[in-house]
């Protein structure tokens, strides 16, 4: 198996549900961390049916407590923030 591709999206709001989606179905092995000051989002997301032995997920609240490095990075956010 090879190295799994750390992405990051920020938003996780309908536009990033599909960016994470689309990470999700692209057939790779990703550790997806998600920031979302709504906990919302994150229910919806738990809802989908995602395969967990490709797909890692990790949850924050806010982006302050990231640590890693990311090969991939989504900004999904409203441009006003």
């Known amino acids: 198996m090879s190295k799994p591709i750390n992405a990051l999206v920020v938003g996780a709001g309908n536009i990033g549900l599909r960016h994470i989606e689309s990470l999700i179905n692209s057939g790779q092995?990703?550790?997806?961390?998600?920031?979302?000051?709504?906990?919302?989002?994150f229910d919806k997301i738990k809802k989908n049916d995602v395969n967990t032995k490709k797909i890692n997920l990790e949850f924050y609240e806010s982006i302050h407590v990231l640590?890693?490095?990311?090969?991939?990075?989504?900004?999904?956010?409203k441009s006003n923030i």
Do not use: G, L, R
């Open 67 to 77: 640590e890693k490095n990311y090969d991939v990075i989504i900004i999904a956010t």
């Open 29 to 41: 092995f990703y550790n997806i961390t998600i920031v979302d000051p709504n906990n919302f989002s």
